[in-house]
Every structure is written in C-alpha cells, then in structure tokens.
Nanobody, 121 residues
Framework: QVRLVESGGGLVQPGGSLRLSCAAS????????TAWYRQVPGKQRELVAS??????????????EYQSSVRGRFTISRDNAKNTLYLQMNSLKPEDTAVYYC????????WGQGTQVTVSS
C-alpha cells in the first residue's frame, strides 16, 4: 500500500521559511515523478514544483520544474535513502498560503493528505 505523509506546515510571517517533508512508503520516490501541489479554497489544485524520477540505479535525474511564482524561492529535492521528498520554501508571501500536497506518479497517481501553510503577520 502506498502512503505519502506530509509534514512541516504551519504559520510563518512574510519573508520567513518553511521546509515541507513527504515521507513515502510502498513506493520509491527515486524512480517516479514526484511533485508538490497546493490548493486554496474555491480554486483548483495547482502544481508548485516537480522532480523527475531516475530511469535506472546508475543515473540520477535532477530535472526539476517550478511554477513561475515560486521559482527562485522554492526548492524541491529528495533524499533517496530516507525515501522522502522535500520542499524548501523561502521568502514566503501571503499568497503562498494554501494546503500543500505531495504527489507521486507511478502506474497511478498518489496523493498525501496535505499540510496547511499559512503566511501572515
């Protein structure tokens, strides 16, 4: 059974930082496309950042993509040994407030339960 469990959300002031974690089980994040999405009430879930999966054990693919509004402020990464995906968020703005979801795409798409990020003074 595949599980994705997010953590690290919370309340932070504008300009602050947070690091989200997504601990995976039942799936190896190294070998699948992974991503972070976010959603605010009344709006569609949107892609924040994605990370390519490795094609084989000898080739690490570090290809990442970012939504334009977060490029340069957010960094997606993974720890293969811990089977965990991360999203480092710096210079946070009030418009970054949302529920953030971890995503993994294998033969089907998997989602975590989400973690709330609130940016407010």
């Amino acid at each position: 059974q595949v599980r994705l469990v997010e953590s690290g959300g919370g309340l932070v002031q504008p300009g602050g930082s947070l690091r989200l974690s997504c601990a995976a089980s039942g799936i190896m994040v190294r070998y699948v496309r992974t991503a972070w999405y976010r959603q605010v009430p009344g709006k569609q879930r949107e892609l924040v950042a994605s990370h390519a999966g490795d094609r084989d054990p000898n080739t690490e693919d570090r290809t990442t993509e970012y939504q334009s509004s977060v490029r340069g402020r957010f960094t997606i990464s993974r720890d293969n040994a811990k089977n965990t995906l991360y999203l480092q968020m710096n210079s946070l703005k009030p418009e970054d407030t949302a529920v953030y979801y971890c995503n993994a795409v294998a033969t089907r798409t998997y989602w975590g339960q989400g973690t709330q990020v609130t940016v407010s003074s």
